[in-house]
Structure formats: structure tokens, C-alpha cells
């Protein structure tokens, strides 16, 4: 987090995957939050669009993007 200079919030479940137990999360998006790490490069929104397609009750058009680092399942 210091080396990437990221100013947000994270959760790491660790070893023990004790939150993913507690909420059992389902995959409807496999991928990145958005284009890069850096918050002043950002292009796209992934993680956003793919939420408020959900929210909308719309299908999510792009369910899977390329991470660099670790995805989000």
C-alpha cells in the first residue's frame, strides 16, 4: 500500500478467509476495480460500472478484465 502510494481502504482476508466465510460472496465479476492503481491515470471504472449495472438490475456487460495485481472475486 505505501510503495503504490494507495489512499483507500482495503480488506485482506488473510489465511484464514474468515470474512469471505461470514458474507459468502458469489462471482458476478472477476477482475479489476478500474484500468490502473494510480487514482490520477484511472480511465475506466470496472468494478463501478459493473455495481451499478447490478444495482440497476442490468446485466453486467464486461464480467471479467485482466487484474495486475490480484483479482477481485
Known sequence: MQYKHLQYAYLYDGE???ATRVYGPQARYEG????????ELVKTQDARNAIEA?????????????VFA????
Open 16 to 18: 484464514t478467509l474468515s
Open 32 to 39: 479489476r476495480f478500474d484500468n490502473c492503481y494510480r487514482t
Open 54 to 66: 447490478l444495482l440497476a438490475g442490468k446485466e453486467v456487460l464486461v464480467k471479467h478484465t485482466r
Open 70 to 73: 490480484c483479482s477481485t472475486k
